[in-house]
């Protein structure tokens, strides 16, 4: 682990995992139209929403597949990890009061790297809305230990 409680690249393994839930609320909506300026109408308008091929309001696809990162910068790494790249395939609509599970599991392992591959999926009772690829890279021991030996050896040398 590391200081701020996630993982470190030498603690990663092959099928590890870890997910969160929430229910898409009313208030999630509009404050992520008004963080991210989609006001697209199919989020905010249910008149206008029952006339499309979705018959009612329907939660913004990146909303539902930002809980994918709050599963890799809580949980698994967990905090320190930073996003190189993720791939997305929104499979089915997510709406108002629906409760989203996402999961995300370690596919490889590049230690040399300290990039972790995961499978990332969004599903709500049991059906996949959202499934997809990310790369994240983590925080290594190694590197920590061997900076703060280096800045000992510095501190050495100075005196």
């Known amino acids: 682990m ?8 030498e603690d990663m393994a092959v099928g590890m995992s870890a997910e969160t ?6 208030t999630d909506i509009v404050l992520f139209s008004a963080v991210s300026t989609d006001v697209n109408a199919v989020h905010l308008d249910e008149e206008y929403a029952q006339t499309t091929q979705f018959g009612g309001r329907i939660a913004h696809g990146m909303l539902t597949a930002s809980l994918l990162s709050a599963v890799m910068g809580n949980r698994l790494p967990g905090p320190g ?8 395939r929104f499979r089915a609509p997510v709406r108002p009061g629906d409760t989203v599970r996402a999961k995300v599991t370690v596919k ?7 990039r972790v591959v ?11 809305v959202i499934d997809g ?3 994240v890279m983590t925080t290594s021991r190694a590197k920590r230990e ?3 030996r280096q800045a000992l050896a510095a501190v050495s040398l100075a005196r």
């Open 2 to 9: 590391n200081p701020q409680n996630g993982y470190d690249i």
């Open 118 to 128: 995961l499978d990332t999926v969004c599903s709500v009772g049991g059906k996949v």
């Open 146 to 148: 061997a900076a703060a």
């Open 21 to 26: 839930a929430k229910t898409i609320t009313e």
């Open 81 to 88: 990890v930073i996003y190189v790249s993720q791939s997305l």
């Open 108 to 114: 490889q392992v590049i230690a040399e790297r300290c």
């Open 133 to 135: 690829e990310a790369t």
